[in-house]
Structure formats: structure tokens, C-alpha cells
DNA sequence: ACGCTCTTATCGCAATGCGATAACTAATTT
DNA sequence: AAATTAGTTATCGCATTGCGATAAGAGCGT
């Protein structure tokens, strides 16, 4: 009965429109009858699965999703038998399957993004012996798509679906910089600027400052901004219009390199890494 | 005119009964009132995003999850509203958001597996410069769970989440010959020995045979069964009770690797990494 | 053994999501 | 261009579907 409201970012894509997540449990019907609560709930649940915990019981399910017993018991019920749950008898608890995967493997085939450019990615990777990855733009956050890790381990493991503000990260950057003046503005105005480490910059101004100076210098360079210790650069992947569809980065520690050193033999790599990506991909039209 | 009846006694509404690959559902929407029904639906048509077809209109929604336009029209409205598609409103278009791929992030992070197999398996890509992958048993089928690909272009580039049947693949027998008898034979009685290429084994005792060996052997060896022109070798990754919990691989040509040579210098190199990664995971128990 | 907590099963009700249809808009044909 | 068509959006009344509460059942700890 704990009150505690779990609002969860499920509707950054529209501007206005309501809180759904705020209503779903104590319900009164809402002014959206195309809108399928169940199927909110749904999913909801597959996302309450969040942290490194482990499998959880259909009580814990129900408080994180603010969704009633019975809803969960149906939800769960639902989804162990399409797959996408499975349940421990013993315990009772319930963990995601494989099956989660199915969704990020029809995602990444959805476009030939992600066949072009492992090769390339990989390649990179191999020049510089560091960690490279290919991040798209969602709203003001930016996602992992690819990554191939250095061996050396970087400290949080970045993963695949991984969500870094935009406005931070290298990845980020590079495409915003290279985005159309409208799309960029609406994108900042609903940026939250949250420092993540002292060396963040979090003044709207400087950061459009240095996306002038990536646009003009063709790369993104972030020296902390992210993680300390952590230095990024990044290049975007172009479409035949010049828009971006996702930026190549490589990853690196503060420990073997120095700014600019990145500036000089990780920058040319992302660059051209990014050029080449972006040619392979000419003729495919996004939308 | 009372034609709104439903004969729909005999098709049961199940949730998409055709574009769901699996046996979903053999006939569940009968008697089965903790069923969500329109939460199977949702599911079911971000997999109708399947083929590498891109933008999908509503009318080809409808039809592929084999819904009612209705649904489809409520559906899609849901799912845009909660950022996992997104809507071109020039074309009226829907594809799959970046948002897909937080499903992929919360399974990744429920177990330590992945963050722990990264480093080895980079490490392993490194020393034989060939693709290497950790793939997890589901079932009949193995999905792979980490990829790290070699800079020559395979011939399906394999992705995460992509689902191969367990009994011709390598990572699937070094998972299954590990397994309990019961558990194997389950399994085993599940599988469709559906042959792949020309080369696949599709006898079951011929399969059982080869599982011997590979238990015998420490790592399972597939040559041509799954691609023509490829060769596979696994081990698998095993708890502290011996349980397989996925299987590390090495795929790679036969226009650069004989059988013999995959056998003697890439069957250590799979046995070694899943070994080390075993021993780094113990502790943890999966269910 | 006896509480306790959490999970499973059951039930009656009405809100929810359903399918059909109509209004609309973009693209194609003539 | 006007006319035709394919496809998408909006609306509506109704029964179905999924809802929350409650009761029955399992484990677990003390």
C-alpha cells in the first residue's frame, strides 16, 4: 500500500498529451479511447525488470509497475505464456527470457544500418584497439547500437539499448551538430541539463558553442563529461541529404590517453569510419 | 438486422495466431480468462516488424498480425504514444523506435553473464581473429547473446537475438550435451531436425552420437551443418552445479580453416575463454 | 506446529476495448 | 484537372474482456 508513485519516462516522443503512467492504477477513464491500457501495463511490467535484480516475485512486480495484484497475476500469466517471462516453479519468481531479444534483433534488421556498418565498426576497432560503438539519436537521449568493447574493461559496461543524454555524450553531439536548426532547438529545449560528472557541461549556450566547433571541425570530441576518466569522440554516420542517422565513437580512458592525442589519432579514425559507413549506406532513405 | 453475430466460435481471438513463429498459441484463447489478449496483440505486432521491410502501413499491420484494422489502428496509437514506434505523419508510416532496444538492455543487465563474458570474449575475438559469440540456450533454439565479429563480412551477419535451432548449431550442442538426460531428451523430443544446408545431421541418434563426443571432447564442432563455407566450434559456459548456462563460440570460413586446424587451434581457445568465464561467474546462481 | 507472507484461483460487474461504418486525405487514373 | 481508388482517421453502440476484491492454497521462518 506504500504509495510510492514509480513514474517511469515511458512518453518522452510527444510533447503535450497526458501522464499516462500517473493514472494507470487508480484510473479514471482518460480522455484517450485508442489508447490500450492493458498493453501499457504489459509492458510496463517487461520494464520493471530494471535493475541487476534478480528474479522477481508477482508482489514486487505489481509495486514497481503500480498495477494491482490481479493485473500483474494476468500480466505474468500472459507473458510466460508468450515467452517472454519465465517463471521459476520453485520460487515463484519470474525472470525475462531470451526471448526479450527477439525485439532488439527485428529492430537492428529493421535497417541496413546495422549490417553496413559492422564491418567498418569492427575494423575501427582493430586500428585503434579501443572501444567502438554506433549510437542513434532518440529524442534528446542517444542509444547504443553497436558496440565492440576494447579488452580492457571500461567501467560501466556500455550495452547494447544503453540511454546517455545527447547533450553530453560524443555520440550525441555529433548528430545534434549536424542537425536542422528547428529539429536541434526542440530537441535542447526539452533537454534536461543534468551534470553527470563535475566536468559536464550543463550551460545550453557552451553546448551549442561546441556543436559549432564539431560541425566545423567534423567530430565530437567529450573529454569527462559522461563518466571521469573518460574520454569520447565521435563523427556522424550522413544520408544522402546530409542528416544524421547515428554517430561512430570510440570510447577511451584518461589512464593511456590524452585529449589531444584523441584529438589527433582517434578523431581521423571516427571520421573516416563514419565516411565510409555513410557512403555504403547511400540510397537507403530514412525517414 | 442483427448482423453483428461473431461465428467467431471457431477462430478463437487469439492473440495473432500466424505471424507469431512459435506455437504461441496452439488454440489459448479458449478457456484461458487470465490471458491478456490485447496484450499478446501489442506483442504481436512489433513483431510483425520482422523482414528488413521498412516503414509499414496500418493496413499491413492489420494483416500481418491477422487483426482487425480497429486494433491495429488502437494498437499502433499505443505504442506510439509510449515511444516503441514511431510514426512518419508525412507517409503515415510506422517503424520500429530505438526504444526497442531497452528490452534488449534490461535482459542483458538480469544476469552478470554478459558484463563478465565481454572482456574474455574480446579477448578471444583478438587472439583468432575470427568472430566470436556467446549464445544462450531457449528451448530448442539457441540465441546469441554477444557478438563480436571479425572484420571479414560474414555471410548472414549474425545479430543479437537472432534464434538458430540448437541441435545443428555449435553453441546449442556444447549447451545440450552438458545437459541432464531428462532435460535433453525433453528438449530433443521438442526439436524439428529440419535440415539446414545439404550437410545438416537430422538423424536423432546420429545428433546424440555427436553430443557424446562433444561432452567427451570438451566443445562441440559443426562443420557446414548450419551455412555452407562455415565452421563452428563451442564450449560451454557452465555454473557451479555444471549446468550449461550458454555456450561460447567461434565461427569462421572454410576458405581459411580446415576442420582439423578449427579443431586444434580454435577448440582450445573457446574451451579456454568459456572456462575462465565459468570460474569468473561462480557464485551466481541462475535458476 | 502455527503464524505470516506471498501466490493462485474464482466471481460478478462494468468499464474497456471491440468491429463496423463513415468521414476524410493522399495518391493514381482518365 | 476531375474522378476514382486505396488507405488512414474518427466515431459509436455494445458485448466482451479484463478488472479488483476476496477466498483458498503454498512456503517459510520461528
Redesign the pocket.
Known sequence: MAPRKMIDASAPAEGGGIALAEDV?A???RED???????A?GLGVLKAFDGDWDAL????I?ARSS?????A????HTLVRLGYLR?D?????YRLSARMLDFAYHYLHASPLYEVAIPFVASARDDCRETVNVAELDGPEVVAVIRMPSQRRMNPTSTIGRRLPAFCTAGGRAQLAWLPQDELADILDRTDFQPRTPRTITDRAEVERRLEIAQREGFALVDEEVNLGEIAVAAPILDGNGRPLAAVGVSTSTAHWTVEAARERLAPVVMETARRISRSLRGWKPF
Chains 1, 2 share one sequence.
Open positions: 492504477s484510473g479514471p477513464g479511447p485508442l489508447f490500450i491500457n492493458s498493453l501495463k516475485g508477482l508482489r514486487e505489481a498495477i494491482s495484484m490481479g493485473a497475476q494476468r500480466i505474468t517463471k516453479d520453485r520460487t515463484r519468481r
